[in-house]
């Protein structure tokens, strides 16, 4: 039986919040909505008692039990494999949609057929579903709709919770990045973006629960790196820009031999050089976008406030200049290639 929507719930744990995920779900009877649950190789085994009592209640109910734990890529690519609907809907297993979800959705498939990719905003709430903000537009305070959603996606996933997708435009680019387990859903919003419609829906549909100290430093580390990998793929599609050569990279260690302080961001045409006293977001974004080869001399004291720069955006530079090993050991796992890493 083909479906309008598959809800797609990868599991993994957090048994306490899973009956209400599905329920926020499951509530809505229509026999055009499919539910797939893959529980993959989770600690805790109630879940899989759960899910094996929910299987046998209703026939557009797909349980998989994973005997090892293969990573959220992989799930979501197996969940849309195995999906009967024109349409997928993300839910992860601790949080919900709204009773109107559905409904909403279901109205904007038919009146806006073409559309491959549907997102609306949400709510992030506590471990006790206490509302802690509404998210517009994927949360960024520094991102608003521009009325070009490809652009805007390279700034920030703003494509996010709630999202439903045509099943046949998420096959056609690919599915998810395995390799890019954290962010495969901005990946993937991006690819979809080269080509495909979105349609924006501004209302929250979706209660995104937030967890205090639930990401590890490593963890952390892991997410900048790939985010910065993800950035700097998509950037360099979109922008042409001349790449730095070896003699560029020896001139530039030349006329900064002395680490004079200056404000000069242009040595040769083709470069920008940037400073812990001398650079904006804004200013590297603006010289990467119109070609520049962006250059970060980091031979300065040690400060926490321009290396977190460095390892949220270090995707912005074809070179970091380095003679300090507290800075090397400070930025070196979060980098997008190791490459751009210059001692001196």
């Known amino acids: 039986m083909t479906y309008i929507i598959s809800f797609l719930i990868p599991i993994y744990n957090h048994f306490e919040y899973l009956d209400q995920c599905i329920r926020s779900i499951l509530n809505y009877i229509n026999p055009n909505i499919e539910l797939v649950c893959i529980n993959d190789y989770s600690s805790d085994k109630r ?12 026939e557009n109910i797909k349980i998989v039990e994973n005997q090892k734990n293969f990573g959220i890529s992989h799930v979501l690519n197996h969940g849309v494999k195995i999906s009967d609907g024109e349409y997928v809907a993300f839910v992860d297993c601790d949080d919900f949609i709204d009773p109107s979800a559905i409904d909403i959705i279901v109205t904007n498939i038919n009146k806006y057929p073409k559309m491959d990719y549907f997102f609306s ?7 006790n579903n206490n509302i802690l903000r509404k998210a517009t537009y994927g949360g960024y305070p520094n991102i608003s709709p521009s009325g070009n959603i490809k652009s805007d996606l390279l700034e920030g996933m703003v494509a996010s919770h709630l999202k439903v997708i045509k099943k046949t435009t ?3 680019v690919g599915g998810f990045n395995e390799l890019l387990n ?38 952390k580390s892991n997410q900048l790196r790939k985010t910065n990998i993800v950035r700097r793929k998509y950037y360099d599609k979109e922008f042409n820009r001349k790449k730095l050569i070896k003699e560029d990279i020896a001139l530039i260690n030349t006329l900064l031999l002395e680490r004079k302080k200056t404000n000069q961001k242009n040595i040769l045409k083709h470069m920008a050089i940037f400073n812990p ?30 290396i977190n720069f460095l390892r949220e955006f270090n995707s912005f530079f074809d070179l970091i200049l380095l003679n300090d090993a507290k800075t090397v ?3 070196i796992g979060y980098v997008w290639n190791l490459d751009v890493l210059y001692y001196s």
């Open 47 to 58: 879940i899989s008692i759960y899910l094996k009592n929910l299987e046998v209640k209703k």
């Open 277 to 306: 006293d001398n650079f904006s977001s804004n200013d590297i974004k603006s010289e990467y976008k119109n070609g520049k080869s962006c250059v970060f001399d980091a031979r300065y004291k040690f400060a926490l406030s321009w």
């Open 182 to 219: 954290g962010v495969q859903d901005w990946d993937l919003a991006l690819k979809i973006a080269q080509a495909g419609e979105f349609y924006y829906i501004q209302k929250p549909l979706y209660y995104h629960r937030i967890h205090t100290n639930s990401v590890t430093n490593l963890d």
């Open 170 to 172: 998420i096959k056609h």
């Open 121 to 127: 905003d949400r709510y992030d709430i506590d471990k």
């Open 329 to 331: 050991a400070s930025i």
